[in-house]
């Protein structure tokens, strides 16, 4: 049974940096690529950023030249370095592997930016 273990949230001040961690197991997560994806209250749930088996990375807008999303394939774990934190970055953040391929979501991790 896949399971994804997000962790590294909390609350940071504007301008701040986080870094997230989710840590798989129950699949053979080499050969898999992974996502970020985020949501607030009242809003679907967005996509972040992604890798793929072979770290090819990909962003959305709202995101790109501040956060990067990386990978661990010993620790079975990906990584989301969140710098030039925004108040409109505020969600819960979850990981998962990219549209279409979804497994068990996990309970994610709550990141708060404000001052």
């Known amino acids: 049974q896949v399971q994804l273990v997000e962790s590294g949230g909390g609350l940071v001040q504007p301008g701040g940096s986080l870094r997230l961690s989710c840590a798989a197991s129950?699949?053979?997560?080499?050969?898999?690529?992974m996502a970020w994806y985020r949501q607030t209250p009242g809003k679907q749930r967005e996509w972040v950023a992604s890798?793929?088996?072979?770290?090819?990375?990909d962003y959305a807008d709202s995101v790109k030249d501040r956060f990067t999303i990386s990978r661990d394939n010993v620790k079975n774990t990906i990584f989301l370095q969140m710098n030039s934190l925004k108040p409109d970055d505020t969600a819960v953040y979850y990981c998962n592997r990219p549209p279409g391929f979804f497994v068990s979501w996990g309970q994610g991790t709550q990141v708060t930016v404000s001052s």
């Open positions: 890798v793929t088996s072979v770290s090819t990375t």
């Open positions: 129950g699949m053979i997560f080499r050969n898999n690529a």
